[in-house]
C-alpha cells in the first residue's frame, strides 16, 4: 500500500524501535516494536484495516506475514515505509521535542 493510500481510520501499526518512533512517526499510530508483536498479539485489532510500517518496509513485511499466518486477513505492508510516508507528505510527530524525522 502506497503512503498516500492510507485511510485516516486504518490502525496503523508502527514496529520500528523505541528510538527510531521518538525520532517521527504519523500522529495516530500505534507502537509496538517487531520483537514485541507475538506477546501483543491482543494488542492488534482483527476488525480493522491494519496498516504496518517501519523505516523502509522490510521489518514490516515481515510483521504483515506473520499476522497473516496467524489469522489476520486485514493486513497491509506500508510499501517504502516511514522513508514514504514522509516523502508523501504525510503529517508527523516526534517524542522528544525536535522536529520530527525519519530515522
Request: aromatic share 4%.
Given at each position: 500500500m502506497?503512503?498516500?493510500?492510507?485511510?485516516?481510520?486504518?490502525?496503523?501499526l508502527?514496529?520500528?524501535?523505541?528510538?527510531?518512533?521518538?525520532?517521527?512517526?504519523?500522529?495516530?499510530?500505534?507502537?509496538?516494536?517487531?520483537?514485541?508483536?507475538?506477546?501483543?498479539?491482543?494488542?492488534?485489532?482483527?476488525?480493522?484495516?491494519?496498516?504496518?510500517?517501519?523505516?523502509?518496509?522490510?521489518?514490516?513485511?515481515?510483521?504483515?506475514?506473520?499476522?497473516?499466518?496467524?489469522?489476520?486477513?486485514?493486513?497491509?505492508?506500508?510499501?517504502g515505509?516511514?522513508?514514504?510516508?514522509?516523502?508523501?507528505?504525510?503529517?508527523?510527530?516526534?517524542?522528544?521535542?525536535?522536529?520530527?524525522?525519519?530515522?
Open positions: 502506497n503512503a498516500e493510500d492510507v485511510p485516516e481510520d486504518a490502525y496503523l508502527d514496529v520500528r524501535e523505541d528510538d527510531e518512533w521518538a525520532a517521527g512517526h504519523a500522529p495516530d499510530a500505534h507502537h509496538v516494536p517487531m520483537m514485541e508483536v507475538p506477546a501483543r498479539l491482543a494488542d492488534v485489532p482483527t476488525d480493522a484495516d491494519v496498516v504496518v510500517v517501519c523505516r523502509m518496509g522490510g521489518r514490516s513485511a515481515q510483521v504483515v506475514t506473520y499476522l497473516a499466518k496467524q489469522g489476520w486477513d486485514n493486513v497491509r505492508n506500508l510499501d515505509g516511514m522513508e514514504a510516508w514522509q516523502s508523501a507528505g504525510r503529517p508527523m510527530v516526534s517524542e522528544n521535542g525536535q522536529p520530527a524525522r525519519v530515522v
